[in-house]
């Protein structure tokens, strides 16, 4: 800037009181119209040093909130910065503090890198609005110290090996364990995994998981500094031999009177080391008893169990009344049971959570609304079949989750319509594919833009093989982000996405004779899985009952009518 060029156009004259002036100076005159200039610029930059310094100050008291949460430090809260188009087509950015301990749920602590999805998650779903209560996050962490002393790997584990080596039962011991045996499909594994960690969550044992094919490839470790993975030198190795038959059996010593379930019958020096229990969906009643309370009397004086079940048998411990008031307290929202041990449990590895990320963030995130429908056909013969095309579309316009086509071709959508991703699973592509081109060819009388998408169709169930368990991992937990959710009659694969996603689904009611119901869906009383085999036994009368009427909270499954499930209720 040219300073001599503006003097001379300043006035010459300059007020004597001007604090800038210098009558000293040989050019006074001079310098009196220059300082006239200089003072708003000073008074300007005075002021822009002010905003600096109370921006410093935010920035400074902000970074404090954080590390006090945790955010700085890798733990507690972080930001999310979410990207919405504005009215004239530019992006705004709004801040989105996440809590990506899930209220306490997750423990800190966890290399990061390692396992990129326990604390990634949280970016990914909507804020769930059901708490973990203070009690259950008190003994998840007491859980996990018991986990850390007596997992592989520690003296007491390594000394609690060699009592069971023995064959022997001990009167006292420190570490007791409860062994879980990888068996079934996907879905049914991760359900029956969770009642497993419940059980030992109630009984004060450490959970040890069979890692089976593909364990440790599907699930992070969900405990700190302690593995859940049952070492590959475990005495008892004959897993796959374990059956109703088995004479490890709890039920089959019970019947054989190897063991007594009375109160004063089973004495230390008449119990073995350890016993299997066979809650499969086969298991006879002797199994059953396992549900009552006098059985786990004497269970609890055995140091290691070996379960084995395909079935989410959560409800009937519901039912038994020694674990009544530590339910109470742990879920005082009952139907929230799976909702919580599944986020807490079930973390998809790096490989999985590529394939879960990569999908969402190519074809669902953009879209103002995700809708999952998981089909699962139990119909022999080649597919698709035109009545279970007609109940998705029945359920999904009856319920208005998607919008109908319109017969006016003319009707176009704007560039400002509401936009849903639909994202489809099933083993056939069949459905996908006429719903994709039904929305592809027609408009909606809404003007919605619908995109329907499938990541695989498989053709077929192939459980054993690893690809094929991580595709389906991956589409359980992609179901779990999305807004709304319909799901099919007996499928384990939609409980899982609904349980984790904390979503009540619409469910598809099974086909009868090639013909889709009516109605075709109905909404579910909760987001708990069914229990598909329960117990019909009253252990205190001795004779069978309806255990869907005992108590309020545990009721029948609308899917299925004999199972039962927990519901959020005190009172009938």
């Not at 423990?107 to 804020?127: H, I, N, W």
């Not at 997992?151 to 007491?156: N, R, Y």
């Not at 009659?489 to 009540?504: E, H, I, R």
Request: include cysteine; proline fraction near 6%.
């Amino acid at each position: 800037m040219d300073m001599k060029r503006i003097r001379r156009h300043q006035s010459s004259a300059a007020s004597p009181s001007d604090p800038e002036s210098n009558g000293a100076s040989r050019h006074g005159a001079e310098k009196r119209p220059a300082a006239g200039f200089l003072r708003p610029v000073m008074i300007l930059l005075a002021c822009l040093m002010l905003l600096l310094v109370a921006s410093g100050a935010f920035r400074s008291s902000s970074l404090d909130r954080l590390r006090r949460v945790g955010g700085v430090q890798g733990t507690g809260e972080f930001e999310v910065i979410a990207r919405k188009g504005s009215e004239n087509g530019s992006s705004a950015s709004s801040s989105i503090r996440k809590d990506k301990l899930l209220g306490g749920l997750l423990a800190a602590g966890f290399d990061e890198a390692s396992c990129l999805s326990r604390y990634q998650a949280v970016r990914y779903r909507k804020e769930s609005p059901h708490l973990p209560s203070p009690y259950l996050l008190e003994r998840l962490r007491k859980h996990e110290v018991l986990q850390k002393k007596c997992g592989p790997d520690t003296e007491l584990y390594n000394k609690a090996v060699e009592r069971l080596k023995s064959g022997q039962g001990i009167e006292t011991t420190e570490c007791n364990y409860v062994v879980w045996i990888s068996y079934s499909g996907l879905g049914n594994r991760i359900l029956t995994l969770a009642s497993a960690f419940l059980y030992a969550l109630l009984t004060n044992r450490v959970l040890l998981i069979d890692r089976g094919a593909d364990m440790a490839d599907l699930f992070c470790e969900p405990f700190p500094e302690s593995s859940w993975l049952l070492p590959l030198d475990f005495p008892v190795s004959q897993f796959n031999s374990f059956d109703i038959k088995a004479p490890q059996s709890y039920g089959n010593m019970l019947e054989k009177k190897v063991i007594s379930n009375s109160v004063d019958g089973a004495s230390m020096g008449s119990l073995p080391a350890y016993v299997y229990l066979h809650l499969d969906h086969d298991y006879g009643d002797f199994d059953k008893l396992f549900f009552c309370e006098d059985d786990q009397r004497v269970l609890q004086k055995i140091p290691w169990l070996v379960l084995k079940s395909d079935n989410y048998f959560v409800p009937s411990l519901f039912l038994i009344p020694t674990y009544e008031e530590e339910l109470h307290q742990l879920f005082p929202e009952k139907d929230t049971v799976f909702h919580h041990l599944g986020r807490y449990l079930f973390h998809p590895t790096n490989p999985v959570w590529g394939l879960i990320t990569r999908y969402h963030q190519s074809y669902l995130a953009k879209a103002e609304e995700k809708v999952g429908i998981q089909i699962r056909v139990f119909d022999t013969g080649a597919g698709p079949f035109q009545h279970v095309l007609d109940q998705i579309l029945g359920c999904s316009l009856k319920e208005k989750l998607l919008p109908d086509i319109s017969a006016d071709e003319s009707v176009v959508s704007t560039p400002t319509a509401r936009s849903k991703a639909v994202l489809m699973t099933s083993l056939n592509s069949g459905y996908y594919e006429k719903i994709r081109n039904m929305y592809w060819e027609h408009p909606t009388v809404t003007g919605e833009i619908i995109s329907v998408y499938q990541p695989s169709h498989e053709e077929y169930q192939q459980t054993g093989k690893q690809m094929h368990n991580m595709k389906a991992w991956a589409e359980m937990y992609l179901l779990s982000l999305t807004d709304v959710l319909v799901t099919s009659a007996w499928s384990t694969f939609g409980y899982v996405a609904q349980g984790l996603g904390g979503l009540k689904p619409w469910i598809m009611f099974k086909p009868e004779n090639q013909t889709a119901p009516d109605p075709p869906c109905r909404r579910a009383m909760s987001m708990e899985p069914c229990f598909h085999a329960p117990p019909f036994y009253d252990c205190k009368s001795k004779r069978g009952v309806d255990t869907g009427a005992l108590v309020p909270h545990v009721r029948h499954c609308e899917d299925i009518s004999w199972g039962l499930k927990l519901v959020d209720r005190d009172e009938w």
